[in-house]
């Protein structure tokens, strides 16, 4: 007991000394209003679980030939069984983190990387100053001591950059990486488990002739939101997952910065929906195809125990329209968009090799919305399991309108593109500019609409889809609806939303306006809400609730 007395109290001595440079360039009205970073562990807090995470520069090999320049995330456990962290070694990928409801957490974070940065743990209801704000952000050689309790239910979680202004690109490069959660509740299910447990984060890449990432920063393509020219799963090009003739959980993860997904498999098998961003649904859900926006998380039960040796099978993105009739569209088959868009047939290959090319902007050969493969299943061994799909899955107590805090007024949000702005409410980003409207009582249920055009303006000159991200508790979707306007273009990817359960991502499509209704409790402080278009979100499509 001595021993470990000593070691905590040379560790606290160690984070205290390392933190006295944070202090220095922390906003001033932060510090006055009550914010400050933590850099010292608390002596009160004992945790189950203790990890070191480091940012650093690397080179890894993602294609054949010369190494790719990354930053990367690699963690070492201190206290807890080394189950927790898988440093995921050979790719880009930041460590996959496995915790347990209501397990107590440390995480300490050390950034040697040239810039600042922040990690963000994306879907976990934490207090406000371990959420990740860019406001929190820590230069290369200090340290940020995240401690919290897991209080979410079991699901996939994910976890990224957060810094202001530059969360795309360091995304881009590669801070992000899983947290999955685990509860007695889903245990019980007996789901497939172990290498039946495949976490599978989609992501979007290009690369030069010397294997290095490329990333434009041409504000055309910040406004559409960046699009790679391959696919990559699981941080690897070409993926093939070989599958015994078993019953499998498969975590499908957008880890891309802006490219929205329309999953289907190719020989027509429905996808088999078990759980969403909060953990799984009450029960199963059939769906021809499933929409994956970036930020959002799909657990899909996939039976290979019918397939012969050698089969294959492909998950693709399959065709969708996310045309704004008559705004500046960006996506699908607008303006500028793929399929029935002008510029997606005559002027395609201009963009991508030639006058738009190299100058104005530059556009991904995959267009949003085109068709394409993802990942590729091959059946490769016979085996023998359990595997019924259970009829039910976990209890979840829907919400009601009635209970809501400002059930006769509920908080709209729109959403606009205009003036190389992305803007919530007419409003771009500030780090202290929390408006009356954006103060929320602690411990409230709020009735929240995000419109991207419903009421038939077009917010702007463009009206693009926006994955709508709000952090801390998550929430639940109360509907869905659309302009008569958008009606042909939503026919398109309707069948493929997912609407019950515990979300913290929601896309809303052009013309559409989505409420939703979302808890506040426990936790004082600033929570953002924010377009997880990485692009949108540095352009300031993000904004600060108060909660106090």
């Known amino acids: 007991m001595k021993t470990t007395t000593n070691l905590q109290r040379r560790k606290l001595l160690k984070y205290a000394a390392m933190g006295i440079a944070g202090a220095a360039t922390y906003p001033a009205w932060a510090q006055t209003a009550g914010f400050t970073r933590v850099n010292t562990p608390s002596a009160d807090f004992l945790p189950d679980v203790e990890i070191e995470l480091t940012m650093n520069t690397a080179d890894v090999a993602i294609l054949n030939g010369e190494k790719t320049h990354v930053w990367k995330v690699t963690g070492k456990v201190i206290t807890g069984p080394s189950g927790v962290l898988d440093n995921n070694e050979g790719t880009y990928l930041a460590p996959t983190l496995r915790f347990k409801k209501g397990q107590r957490v440390r995480l300490i974070l050390n950034n040697n990387l040239p810039a600042q940065s922040i990690l963000h743990w994306h879907g976990l209801h934490v207090p ?12 290369r050689g200090e340290t940020y001591i995240y401690e919290f309790e897991i209080l979410n239910r079991a699901g996939t979680y994910f976890y990224h950059s957060h810094a202001h202004g530059v969360t795309a690109r360091q995304v881009y490069s590669g801070l992000a990486g899983l947290l999955i959660v685990s509860d007695d509740q889903e245990q019980a299910l007996n789901l497939p488990s172990g290498n039946l447990d495949v976490p599978l984060v989609i992501q979007d890449r290009s690369f030069d002739g010397q294997n290095q990432l490329v990333y434009s920063g041409h ?10 020219d391959q696919i990559l799963v699981n941080g690897r090009p070409d993926f093939v997952l070989p599958v015994a003739t078993r019953a499998y959980r498969l975590r499908l993860v957008n880890g891309s ?3 929205i997904y329309k999953l289907a498999w190719n020989d027509g098998t429905p996808i088999t929906v078990i759980g969403v961003d909060g953990g799984l649904l009450a029960a199963p859900e059939q769906h021809p195809y499933v929409m994956l926006a970036p930020g959002e998380r799909v657990d899909a039960w996939m039976d290979f125990s019918g397939r012969a040796l050698g089969t294959e099978l492909t998950l693709r993105s399959i065709p969708f329209d996310a045309a704004t009739h008559g705004g500046m569209g960006m996506m699908g088959g607008g303006m500028m968009g793929g399929r ?5 047939h005559g002027m395609g290959g201009m963009m991508r090799g030639g006058m738009m090319g190299g100058g104005m902007m530059s556009v991904s050969t995959l267009p949003s919305g085109s068709d394409y493969p993802i990942l590729k299943i091959r059946v490769t061994k016979k085996e023998q399991g359990d595997n019924t799909l259970p009829k039910t899955l976990t209890p979840i107590t829907t919400f009601q309108v009635k209970n809501a805090a400002n059930a006769s007024n509920p908080r709209t949000i729109a959403l606009s593109m205009e003036h190389m702005s992305a803007l919530l409410n007419g409003r771009s980003y500030k780090m202290d500019d929390v408006q009356p409207d954006e103060i929320i009582p602690v411990n409230s249920l709020q009735l929240i609409e995000f419109d991207n055009g419903f009421d038939g303006g077009m917010h702007g000159m463009m009206n693009m889809p926006h994955p709508m991200h709000l952090h801390g508790e998550q929430f639940q979707i109360v509907k869905r609806e659309v302009s008569p306007r958008s009606q042909d273009s939503y026919t398109t990817v309707a069948s493929g939303f997912i609407n019950g359960g515990w979300k913290d991502t929601v896309l809303v499509m052009p013309g559409e306006k989505v409420t939703i209704l979302k808890p506040f409790n426990d936790f004082k402080g600033l929570f953002m809400y924010h377009c997880h278009n990485l692009e949108h979100e540095d352009l300031g499509m993000m904004r600060d609730f108060l909660i106090k």
């Open 257 to 259: 910065n802006s490219r």
């Open 219 to 228: 504000m055309m393509q910040r406004m559409q939101g960046f699009l790679g």
């Open 128 to 139: 406000a100053n371990m959420d990740g704000n860019p406001m929190y952000a820590i230069n």
């Open 340 to 344: 029935g868009g002008m510029m997606g």
